[in-house]
């Protein structure tokens, strides 16, 4: 069995946003993971604001961003669907679906079950050799994750929630001349996460200000067939405030920040040690030998001491967002937002502008992604999510009745 990164290295490439060529070759050093699809933004709101979401008002698809969020969700239930086209300028057949949901339960509304399914297409892949001949296979590989989460008030102003994840990674191919079968690699995870929020009052008005924290896919490692050693989930911490506040009546305005950073130890590299020497490459192997059998707990430990540069590097490797969200009563949205990501460790900035509607039962929301640079693959990304408020079906049936 062969993995089948070899033919899907330039998309794997894209979708970690690794774009070498705008960084400067020896300070390059980004964070290597499996199934990085599991970073992709999955909802057109938390993507229109520069993918932020750690403390923003809940919705739908907070499993994602922060799931601690539902105890305070105003709604009993609701359901959402997401759809992205990804990597469009590339190629026209992969794209990320999401289905996201809670229900608040207990008779004091002050906890929530959630659950979420993401699909990730990588469209299709052909196996064959142009060089020997071989006509290969056409494949569809994918990556799929399905969580349920449970969260709950811990205070009239403090809630925590967790999140229990299953992964599939169907990135293997069948070696045709072994008679092997096609397998993928399987992982669970799990996430943590906490939200805060407080209504201060600013001269006559009252607003909202709010922190969360979230960290994910704390769990096993994956292991691709045919691979030297397992690679590490992309554990990440996300801190994130938000600062409402009214403009005027049925007016409001939003300002969000969010922190991420990957809980994982970086992959050593070769140009770092003097491999040319039977010492200095004794030295390499030892340490990817090592960077192979760290757990992943110590992997999150080491993560934050690990980088050759120094804190200095450590600094590097967390991105921040910056978003904006105005709404008219609640049922007109205009957002905007931008994404930064450190040259070294992935090259990724990005503006980002969405905008939603919300009836009684129905809200729409999409985005539109506008990257820095025009060739990246990411530019001009598209959003949509369809969201359905449970409260709102309840109201139009029991009219009907």
């Known amino acids: 069995m062969k993995p089948i990164f070899r033919y899907i290295l330039p998309l794997l490439i894209a979708i970690a946003g690794i774009s070498e060529a705008s960084a400067q070759k020896d300070d390059f050093n980004p964070i290597t ?13 938390g993507a229109s604001m520069g993918d932020l979401g750690a403390a923003t008002d809940p919705d739908a698809n907070s499993q994602f961003w922060n799931p601690s969020k539902y105890a305070f969700a105003y709604s009993k239930a609701a359901v959402s669907l997401s759809y ?11 794209f990320l679906a999401n289905l996201a949901g809670y229900w608040k ?11 979420s399914l993401r699909y990730f297409s990588l469209g299709e892949v052909n196996t064959g050799n142009s060089i020997t001949g071989d006509p290969g296979q056409n494949l569809n590989p994918y990556e799929l994750s399905v969580d349920i989460g449970y969260s709950r008030k811990l205070s009239e102003k403090f809630s925590m929630g967790v999140v ?3 992964i599939y990674s169907d990135l293997g191919f069948p070696d045709t001349y072994a008679g092997e079968q096609i397998t993928g690699a399987s992982a669970f995870s799990a996430d ?6 407080t209504f201060p009052i600013i001269g006559r008005n009252e607003c909202q200000w709010s922190w969360g924290w979230d960290i994910s896919n704390i769990g096993s490692k994956v292991s691709y067939d045919g691979a030297e050693y397992p690679v590490f989930l992309p554990t990440n911490l996300r801190l994130g405030t938000t ?3 009214p403009l005027a009546d049925y007016h409001n305005l939003a300002l969000s920040l969010d922190l991420n950073k990957l809980l994982v130890p970086a992959m050593p590299r070769e140009k770092d040690y003097d491999i040319d020497t039977p010492e200095g490459y004794q030295e390499y192997r030892d340490a990817m030998d090592d960077w192979g059998s760290t757990s992943s707990i110590s992997g999150i430990f080491k993560s934050f001491t690990d980088a050759p540069g120094g804190f200095k590097e450590e600094l590097r490797e967390i991105n921040w967002s910056l978003g904006a969200e105005y709404s008219y009563n609640d049922q007109f949205f205009l957002r905007a937002g931008y994404f930064h990501q450190d ?3 992935g090259d990724i900035q990005y503006f980002a502008l969405g905008a939603g509607f919300s009836m009684n039962v129905v809200k729409i929301d999409a985005s539109y992604m506008i990257a820095t640079a025009q060739t990246s693959p990411l530019d001009q990304t598209l959003r949509f999510t369809l969201t359905f408020d449970m409260d709102g079906l309840k109201d139009i049936f029991g009219k009907r009745r």
């Open 33 to 45: 993971t499996g199934v990085t699809s599991l970073g992709i933004a999955p909802d057109a709101r």
């Open 84 to 94: 992205t086209p990804w990597l469009r300028k590339l190629v026209n057949d992969i």
């Open 105 to 115: 339960i207990g008779s004091q509304d002050n906890q929530a079950v959630s659950a």
């Open 164 to 166: 229990f994840r299953y």
């Open 192 to 197: 943590i996460s906490g939200y805060y929020t």
């Open 243 to 245: 600062f409402m506040f």
């Open 343 to 345: 040259k070294t460790k």
